[in-house]
Nanobody, 121 residues
Framework: QVHLVESGGGPVQPGGSLTLSCTAS????????MGWYRQAPGSQRELVAI???????RYSDSVKGRFTISSDNAKNTVHLQMNSLKSEDTAGYYC???????????????WGQGTQVNVSA
């Protein structure tokens, strides 16, 4: 089975910074993309950032210029550097990855359990 383990969440003051990390492990043949989504209470889950194995990145407009996504392909790990945090960034952050686990199956999406980020004074 594939497991995505996240770390780095916690409380932070407005204007502060946090770095989230996520590592995929298990029966992995290959990974095409890794990224982060977030969901605040009563809101829909939304894309934060995605990075492809080849390098291209995508960000939501709300975090562009403040957050930076990066990856270490050899370690199956993705990071999200969050700077200039705002109260509206408060949410559960979920790691996502497109993973192929065997040569008889295609890629499918896997999710981590989530890590909470609370931005408040």
């Amino acid at each position: 089975q594939v497991h995505l383990v996240e770390s780095g969440g916690g409380p932070v003051q407005p204007g502060g910074s946090l770095t989230l990390s996520c590592t995929a492990s298990g029966t992995i043949i290959s990974i095409t993309d890794m990224g982060w989504y977030r969901q605040a209470p009563g809101s829909q889950r939304e894309l934060v950032a995605i990075i492809s194995r080849s390098g291209p990145t995508r960000y939501s407009d709300s975090v562009k210029g403040r957050f930076t996504i990066s990856s270490d392909n050899a370690k199956n790990t993705v990071h999200l550097q969050m700077n200039s945090l705002k109260s509206e960034d408060t949410a559960g952050y979920y790691c996502s990855a497109m993973i192929r686990i065997s040569f008889t199956s295609g890629f499918r999406n896997y999710w981590g359990q989530g890590t909470q980020v609370n931005v408040s004074a």
